[in-house]
């Protein structure tokens, strides 16, 4: 009776197992989405960029992670953004509070950042930040003066790649060095271009300028009416890292393209 017994229960046991093995599974995925839910929440946040306006440091089809945690937490951080088609990011469902909660730091010139566009805040902008609260901004004949002191300009090799394939039209392609020391390259698709020569502007307290690195196909602070100065309530994060890119013309869904569709050289590319 007793050998029965047991050999009833082990038989129970071994029934069971495959239920249990499917219950460790499901747990391990639904941790596995709650951690990847808070990362995204609360410390990194990715986009996909769908415009020129960054080139040459950003291209059409890089994927980016943005730092949440680096400007602290405001009205539009607990959002959810969708990288879409388009000429920039489309979003919803901000949490509204007033105000900022700064842990870390405020924007930096020359830091590459995301933000809600101030006259559209469902629309997810990415630009450098060039001007702080009380800097005068000004364009001359295409080079960039702040607070009446000219951005060191240097020309470099000619950029090719606005076309997917580098064989694309030549590019004037130029090294300029914030006051801070921050360095990167701009490009001048246009010697007279509609915002190479601008008003000053004056930079309100808490907000920022922003500007786009492809200059003449930008749009960005120099345009009052449609971007203007960026609160600081509007800033969404910092970029930090391309973790995947791919060419514009490949879709993600084609797995079996990616060896030969994704741009290996910028993969974990810091800005």
Known sequence: MHK??????AAQQARRRPDDGLWETVKVIIQALLIAFVVRTFLF??????SASMYPTLKIG???FVSKLSYGYGKYSFNFSLGLGGREFISCCPIDFPGRIIFADTPK???VAVFKLPTDTNIDYIKRVIGLPGDTIQMRDGVLFINNQPVPKKRVEDYTELADGGDGPAVSQYEETLPN???FRVLDTDSNGSADNTEEYVVPEGHYFMMGDNRDNSQDSRYLSFVGYVPIENFVGRADIIFFSISPDASLL???RWPFV??????????
């Open 109 to 111: 010139r020359g830091d």
């Open 181 to 183: 020391g921050v360095t």
């Open 45 to 50: 946040q990715p986009f996909n960029i769908p």
């Open 254 to 256: 084609e797995v079996w």
């Open 262 to 271: 994704i741009r290996w050289n910028r993969l974990f590319k810091t800005l």
């Open 62 to 64: 890089d994927y980016i």
């Open 4 to 9: 029965k017994d047991h050999t009833t229960a």
